[in-house]
């Protein structure tokens, strides 16, 4: 039976590039840039890499690029758009989970939700953390954004998802946030590429900076910084608040 997270990217790559949260690309890849000092001979692998547009970007600028996702659908509109535009990217097929890499990747991203923190256990979200330490080089950076624990406290999640949350294809209801879990259980209806909805019962794991932080120490991350992730406007100036929706993570390995 296929998990939420495989029928939701299911026949979703063309209506995913026209929701309003692919907007922030440059400016996110603007943020990579400059985390990465603008050295070009350098290896990024992006996890989730869904539709690449990160990838696809970052190939503009003459970075070397792996892209992995778990959805074919996904994987097939990031390799026509690399193709049309004379790009050469690496974009494979591979579950987050049980990743080939070890020390190859100068950066590893995971940005929007790549992958983590989409899992049904916290275990298995945790796999997908040792897979991007495995895969990175000794002082290589991970960068990632997941959603933001202290968010649910003191606003509703379902309030969120419906108003200020946009999205064209994709609407939330019945949202229940447990905080004994961290978890938030709704119904997602998504429009797909053939304009079938579909009924989703998804199930996302909220991270507090504390765990974050825990857990990066546990795989010898260092320099850990946890900042407000802002569409298209990354920054280490961004302090995290209870008003941020997502975390923005940088940590050096």
């Not at 916290?122 to 997941?146: P, S, V």
């Amino acid at each position: 039976m296929k998990k939420w997270y495989e029928t939701l990217f299911e026949n979703y790559g063309l209506q995913y590039d026209y929701e309003d949260f692919t907007r922030g690309t440059i400016g996110e890849c603007d943020f990579i840039e400059r985390e990465l000092n603008y050295e070009k001979n350098l290896r990024i692998l992006d996890i989730g890499c869904g539709t690449g547009r990160h990838c696809i970007e970052l190939a503009k600028r003459y970075y070397q690029l792996t892209g992995v996702d778990l959805s074919v659908s996904m994987l097939k509109r990031a390799r026509e758009k690399a193709l049309r535009l004379n790009l050469s990217i690496d974009f494979q097929k591979q579950d987050a989970r049980n990743l080939p890499f070890t020390d190859e990747f100068d950066l590893v991203m995971m940005i929007c939700e790549g992958a983590f923190p989409l899992m049904e256990t916290d275990e298995m979200n945790f796999q997908i953390l040792q897979n991007a330490a495995k895969a990175l080089k000794t002082n290589g950076k991970l960068i990632f954004t997941t959603l933001n624990g202290l968010f649910p406290l003191t606003h509703s999640t379902k309030d969120f998802l419906a108003g200020t949350k946009k999205e064209v294809f994709t609407s939330y209801k019945k949202n229940n946030f447990d905080l004994m879990t961290f978890r938030d259980h709704n119904t997602t209806i998504v429009v797909d590429d053939l304009g079938y909805s579909k009924k989703i019962e998804s199930n996302e794991r909220y991270y507090v900076p504390s765990e974050i932080t825990w857990l990066l120490k546990s795989l010898n991350f260092r320099n850990i910084g946890i900042f407000g992730a802002n569409l298209g406007a990354f920054s280490r100036n961004d302090k995290l608040t209870t008003e941020d929706f997502e975390m923005l993570v940088v940590a050096e390995k």
